[in-house]
């Protein structure tokens, strides 16, 4: 073997027992590898509407004491939940066309895990109760009557949730009992949530008490995994609010967080679900509005109508934003 061809491989061994090295000690140090795993977390909590600011507050608490994303989301939307004065969500929203209040809620952790309630009575937190389906059954959603009864097995307190005001509302309704199933363009219902904690994971909650004198046994998106709520935590989570059908018929949620996926950030990702249902339903009368974060900390939102608003709660500050929308002001 030639002197100069020696020289070559003895170069070439000595060059890659360097960078052999170098990757051993960056493992061994925590040595950063590339760029990315550098980047400092940035725990945020978002939700949907005006009530999201109170929500985030409660959820803030956790995030901020070192405590799980999934824990937050759930304490944050406990709060509307208990509002008698929120017409939309938990206690004293507005009932169905004969009267009953019926609560529709999901959650969904770091790992994929989730859990769902839908057509659930007598009972003030929803949510909870599908945390408990998600931690104590092998099941991912329990309607109805089995609803009910899982969540009085597991320790909740059977109540009256229609409040004077919703009553009053309802019988008001009643008079002339419109039951074309149209949201107004101002109507603040449902609060999905959505939370990065200091460990980086992602996690949501979704709960509402639907449409607003809907038919008896109606269902939207809220309880439904991929409708009303998404979240994969090496991507990153979305969350919808509006009518329910225009959501279930596209998987809003889930298509959000697959475009981000992709690639698209997630104003680009909230923007191409809502096009979606512009393109193929009858809009104008209804309204549809996504919240989405990444991994990066990075959020997005978009709507059908103008007047859509939510909360986020980051870098210290709980704020109230507009939403862009398809129809401008």
């Known amino acids: 073997m030639s002197s100069r061809r020696k020289f ?5 061994q000595a060059s890659l027992g360097i960078l052999a090295t170098k990757s051993l000690q960056g493992c061994n140090t925590g040595i950063p590898l590339s760029t990315e795993t550098n980047n400092e977390i940035q725990p945020l909590v978002i939700s949907t509407w005006k009530h999201g600011i109170e929500a985030n507050d409660a959820a803030w608490k956790i995030i901020n004491a070192g405590g799980k994303a999934i824990d937050a989301v759930e304490q944050g939307v406990r709060i509307p939940e208990a509002d008698p004065e929120n017409l939309s969500v938990g206690y004293g929203g507005l009932p169905d066309r004969d009267g009953n209040v019926t609560l ?8 994929g895990n989730c859990g769902s309630v839908c057509f659930l009575q007598h009972i003030k937190h929803p949510i909870s109760v599908a945390r408990k389906v998600m931690d104590e059954t092998p099941h991912v959603i329990l309607s109805g009557e089995g609803a009910l009864q899982f969540a009085l097995s597991q320790g909740f307190k059977k109540e009256n949730l229609l409040t004077d005001k919703a009553k009053e509302a309802w019988q008001k309704w009643k008079v002339e009992s419109k039951y074309k199933p149209i949201i107004n363009v101002e109507n603040h219902d449902t609060i999905g949530l959505l939370a990065i904690d200091k460990q980086g994971d992602l996690a949501g909650a979704c709960t509402t008490s639907g449409l607003a004198y809907k038919m008896h046994g109606r269902v939207g998106d809220s309880p439904i995994i991929g409708a009303g709520l998404y979240v994969d935590n090496e991507v990153g989570a979305a969350t919808a609010t509006g009518m329910g059908e225009a959501v279930l018929k596209t998987l809003g949620s889930f298509l959000v967080v697959e475009l981000m996926r992709q690639g698209r950030t997630p104003q680009e990702a909230c923007e191409e679900a809502v096009m979606r249902i512009v393109k193929k339903q009858q809009y104008k009368d209804f309204q549809i509005g996504y919240l989405a974060i990444n991994k990066k900390g990075e959020h997005g939102s978009y709507c ?6 939510y909360a986020l709660h980051k870098n210290g500050e709980n704020k109230m934003y507009d939403a862009d929308s398809f129809i401008k002001k």
């Open 8 to 12: 070559i491989i003895r170069s070439t």
């Open 104 to 111: 529709d809620a999901c959650i969904m952790d770091a790992d």
């Open 304 to 309: 059908i109508h103008p007047w859509f608003n």
